[in-house]
T-cell receptor, first 113, second 112 residues
């Protein structure tokens, strides 16, 4: 069965500093991977996705993620964080057969001035 | 505008009082799903539907029912809600052959 692990529950970063959120997945075949963001009191917004091809994918809001098959990882990065990036971030993997999204537990990002 | 809508957005109810949370999508998507979000657990799938009259259990189906009589609607039914069903619920949809799911705004349910 597929699963996703986000090792960091909470990260605090200074505004303007870089951010990296870790995601490890467990899946037998080629995974379809996603990063979603949930701002306080809001729904889920898709940041980026990886299905195949170039392992470095660009998303919205200046985010990017790198797929590393050898490490079973799909880490999210942003070079310079803005205060509006304070949110909870979820990594997810989908099962092509069942159209089921399996989510990690999430990482909460706090941005300090 | 392409969207998934849920109603109500907020609901406070008492143990045992049947309730229904509605979900509707206007994208003609075949696949719809319900998730619940709890702190430290992320989102977990409750039920999903591949098409009209085709539904199946997700990871945490106990205490929930669903139906899919029309392609656009996928209501979540709690026949006898209990306090452990207090949670934030999301409906999602996706089209055949696609894997990106579109989420509704969420329904915050409190059962006392």
């Amino acid at each position: 069965a597929q699963s996703v692990t986000q090792p960091d529950i909470h990260i605090t970063v200074s505004e303007g500093a870089s951010l990296e959120l870790r995601c490890n997945y467990s899946y037998g075949a080629t995974p379809y991977l996603f990063w979603y963001v949930q701002s306080p009191g809001q729904g889920l917004q898709l940041l980026l996705k990886y299905f195949s091809g170039d392992t470095l994918v660009q998303g919205i809001k200046g985010f990017e993620a790198e797929f590393k098959r050898s490490q079973s990882s799909f880490n999210l990065r942003k070079p310079s964080v803005h205060w509006s990036d304070a949110a909870e971030y979820f990594c997810a993997v989908v099962s092509p057969q069942a159209y089921k999204l399996s989510f990690g537990a999430g990482t909460t990002v706090t941005v300090r001035a | 505008e392409a969207q998934v809508t849920q109603n109500p957005r907020y609901l406070i109810t008492v143990t045992g009082k049947k309730l229904t949370v509605t979900c509707s999508q206007n994208m003609n998507h075949e696949y719809m799903s319900w998730y619940r979000q709890d702190p430290g657990l992320g989102l977990r799938q409750i039920y999903y539907s591949m098409n009209v009259e085709v539904t199946d259990k997700g990871d945490v189906p106990e205490g929930y029912k669903v139906s899919r009589k029309e392609k656009r609607n996928f209501p979540l039914i709690l026949e006898s809600p209990s306090p452990n069903q207090t949670s934030l619920y999301f409906c999602a949809s996706t089209g055949q052959g696609a894997y990106e799911q579109y989420f509704g705004p969420g329904t915050r349910l409190t059962v006392t």
